[in-house]
């Protein structure tokens, strides 16, 4: 086990920068999640740290020891790095003990060991007694075990996932996360876990890197991300979040300042210090927007759509102030907003984005 420094890197492919001065920390045992949309530069960071990549600029640690810099690079195989994919990659040949046991065999571990170490990695995944099992008779989460248990064997400082669950349905997704959490505890592997599904990161994390074409917008716990996004696209990229523009009027001594929001005031949390302004924005949680009645202070619009999906409505309103907006927020049961209908909101707190 081993913790993980990725400091200052970018990464060109010719003149096109695919990473731009990413720095991340993963401490030992942690589980990291690097989180963002297609083409955000998720699987460059992956094979940097694998070492089938090289930096451009900046250093790669593991264990504190560099592995990747302009002018080094330490090859894969002697990086003691298990690596998890998508799309499994096993022998379809072999069992699932020698796929399991095959780096071994390389390694000309001698056959009890070997057997030994196979048995221990299937004990760990929950998979005893499947050894002689072939990977055609398995289930796509079984096999995403049996990949899993290939990369423990080896007895990795460090655990890269890339996407492990996207080929799976979304039922067994769920099973397979408490897999991997459960995992990671049994073991206590730092994982580096990359995603471009914000609930599974938020399901496994202890932190997510969230990034945005190439470069690393914010690193800090699931409930920090949520209630406390650093920018606009973290704000909208984790559970959707509501961004408003508002006029930061005064800030407070208690962590909250008084706003401006379509004419309204509005008492938003924010960071230390962050002061008045004209044309910030606001990050509101659904479940903090509340349907008002007309006394009552908040914001007059028309509902505009309504998606019910089980359980709860999605909504759509357009504020009558302002035209470009449109807020997304959702209903429990019992659903009693409608197409058409005019409704008063209030955003009970919300979350200043810092300039
Ligand atoms: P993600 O995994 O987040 O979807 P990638 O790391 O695969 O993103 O790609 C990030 C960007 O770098 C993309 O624009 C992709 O086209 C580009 N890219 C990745 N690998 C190469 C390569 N070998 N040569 C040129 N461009 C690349
Ligand atoms: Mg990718």
């Known amino acids: 086990m081993a913790g993980l420094t990725i400091d200052n890197v970018t990464k060109k492919f010719q003149s096109f920068a695919a990473l731009k001065n990413v720095s991340i920390d993963v401490r030992e045992g942690e589980f990291l999640a690097v989180l963002g949309p297609s083409g955000c530069g998720k699987t460059t960071l992956l ?6 990549e090289q930096v ?8 504190g020891k560099v592995v990747s810099s302009s002018n080094f690079n330490v090859s894969p195989e002697k990086r003691r790095i298990g690596i998890v994919f998508q799309n499994y990659a096993l022998w379809p040949h072999m069992n699932v003990a020698e796929n399991i046991g095959y780096s071994l065999k390389v390694a000309k ?6 057997e030994q170490r196979v048995a221990e990695a299937l004990k760990l995944v929950d998979m005893e007694g499947y050894g002689e099992r072939a990977p055609a008779n398995l289930s796509g989460g079984q096999r995403q075990r049996v990949a899993l248990a290939r990369c423990l064997v080896a007895t990795p400082e460090l655990v890269l996932f890339d996407e492990p669950l996207a080929n799976l349905d979304v039922h067994l997704r769920a099973s397979m996360e408490d897999e991997f959490a459960d995992f990671h505890k049994r073991s206590g592997t730092t994982v580096v876990y ?3 599904d914000q609930s599974e990161a ?10 945005d074409h190439g470069q690393l917008v914010q690193l800090d716990t699931p409930h920090k991300l949520y209630h406390e996004p650093a920018t606009p696209m973290v704000a909208s990229f984790i559970s959707q979040g509501i961004v408003l523009p508002v006029d930061v009027l005064a800030a407070g001594t208690d962590g909250t300042c008084a706003a401006n929001l379509f004419g309204q005031p509005l008492s938003l949390r924010c960071r230390p210090g962050d002061g008045p302004r004209a044309g910030a924005l606001a990050c509101c949680r659904s479940e903090a927007v509340k349907i008002v009645n007309t006394d009552a202070p908040g914001f007059d619009g028309t509902i505009t759509r309504v998606v019910y999906q089980g359980g709860l409505a999605r909504i759509e309103f357009r504020p009558d102030a302002t035209s470009d907006r449109i807020v997304h927020f959702v209903q429990p049961d019992p659903v009693t907003l409608e197409v058409g209908q005019t409704a ?4 009970e707190g919300g979350w200043l984005i810092p300039a």
């Open 344 to 347: 008063r909101l209030a955003f």
């Open 194 to 196: 990359i995603t471009h």
């Open 202 to 211: 938020m399901a496994l994390a202890d932190r997510i890197a969230v990034m």
């Open 56 to 63: 451009s600029q900046g250093e790669v640690r593991i264990g």
């Open 109 to 114: 571990v001698p056959n009890a060991e070997r």
């Open 47 to 52: 094979r940097i740290i694998a070492g089938f």
